[in-house]
């Protein structure tokens, strides 16, 4: 959070505004799944977010997640799945669909990437 908000969204991917709404949102789900009781994780609300940022992002492997960030690769399989989950049923955070770019009269000109470069993925 130190850095100025155009090294931040070079690096995190997303604006300040919309991380700090998308913690609020883990804090939330979390508040309300660990309200009576129940381990706690290692790893803070934040620094879940930017590990399933980081592996969405930069294509990083989960083994390299966890040894940045002192876990095992369950956890971090666990963490991102949980964080994606969370974030999509909030459904703040969901890009608008084909249909509404297609509505939308003030778009002139749609740019897409179509370069390939393989990745082996699961």
């Known amino acids: 959070m ?7 969204k070079q690096i995190v991917g997303v604006k300040k505004d919309t991380y700090a709404a998308m913690v609020e949102q883990l804090q939330i789900t979390y508040a309300t799944k660990h309200k009576r009781r129940g381990r706690h994780t290692k790893l803070s609300l934040e620094d ?3 590990m399933t940022l980081k592996y969405c992002r930069q294509y990083v492997t989960q083994k390299e997640l ?3 960030f002192e876990v095992g690769e369950a956890t971090v399989h666990d963490t991102i799945v949980w964080v994606e989950n969370t974030l999509v049923k909030s ?6 669909g084909k249909k509404a770019l297609f509505e ?5 000109v749609v740019v ?10 699961p």
């Open 112 to 121: 897409v990437d179509v370069t390939e470069s393989p990745i082996e993925r």
């Open 66 to 68: 966890a040894f940045e």
């Open 48 to 50: 879940q977010l930017f």
């Open 104 to 108: 939308d009269n003030d778009i002139k």
């Open 91 to 96: 459904g703040k955070f969901s890009l608008p």
């Open 2 to 8: 130190k850095l100025k908000d155009t090294d931040f």
